[in-house]
């Protein structure tokens, strides 16, 4: 298996603009997580889908940013429209809930706002 | 907001010595996890340890768990260059389904 998947790597985006991040989780796995990680507020857990039904989006920072799980092999992150602020390291995780083997990352998108 | 937190922040040591970084939580637990995130990579699954255990290792790491303390520790032996890196750890209250609680990390530098 090649992991969980996440695309783009890397985004340079202008303030105003949409920005759309992908994420292909491992399969047979039945929750996805979506994370935000920056120096000054570490990770953070933006929103947890379990068989692709989102359970709690509480960590969603405003309406700026959605989140959809069309299928099980899918998920993105949209953010619309952005702001410098916005600028982190965005990860998707997969894990098969009380797995011993926890979460799998995915290598993260580095988001830049400018 | 944070459930776990890590202590100490950053730690420094010369390799081939021990690495002890330390994790308190707030709330009663289903289990405890740590992570390891190499600069620039996402996060690895380290080792899982339930609320009914009290220590696990896995080649050189040793965890603990004090559930009375509500307090974890993770022990790197023989500590490598290699194990430069920040350590996180995550507990899984519960009541929680499968969402984890990330703390702040531990910035672990291994000198040559």
């Known amino acids: 298996d090649a992991g969980v998947i996440q695309s783009p790597r890397h985004e340079v985006t202008e303030m105003g603009q949409e920005v759309t991040l992908r994420c292909k989780p491992i399969s047979g796995h039945n929750s996805l997580f979506w994370y935000r990680q920056t120096m000054m507020r570490g990770l953070e857990l933006l929103i947890y889908?379990?068989?692709?039904?989102?359970?709690?989006d509480s960590g969603m920072p405003e309406d700026r940013f959605s989140a959809k799980m069309p299928n099980a092999s899918f998920s993105t992150l949209k953010i619309q429209p952005s702001e410098p602020r916005d600028s982190a390291v965005y990860f998707c995780?997969?894990?098969?809930?009380?797995?011993?083997?926890?979460?799998?990352f995915g290598s993260g998108t580095r988001l830049t706002v400018v | 907001s944070q459930q776990g937190e890590e202590d100490p922040q950053a730690l420094s040591i010369q390799e081939g010595e021990n690495a002890t970084m330390n994790c308190s939580y707030k709330t009663s637990i289903n289990n405890l996890q740590w992570y390891r995130q190499n600069s620039g990579r996402g996060l690895v699954h380290l080792i899982l340890?339930?609320?009914?255990?009290r220590e696990k290792h896995s080649g050189r790491l040793r965890v603990t768990l004090d559930t009375s303390k509500k307090s974890s520790s993770l022990l790197i032996t023989a500590s490598r260059a290699a194990d430069t890196a920040s350590y996180f750890c995550?507990?899984?209250?519960?009541?929680?389904?499968?969402?984890?609680?990330f703390g702040g990390g531990t910035r672990l530098m291994v000198k040559p």
């Open positions: 995780a997969s894990s098969v809930p009380l797995s011993n083997y926890g979460y799998t």
């Open positions: 340890i339930r609320s009914n255990e």
């Open positions: 889908f379990n068989n692709n039904v989102p359970i709690d």
């Open positions: 995550a507990t899984l209250g519960n009541n929680a389904g499968n969402m984890l609680t």
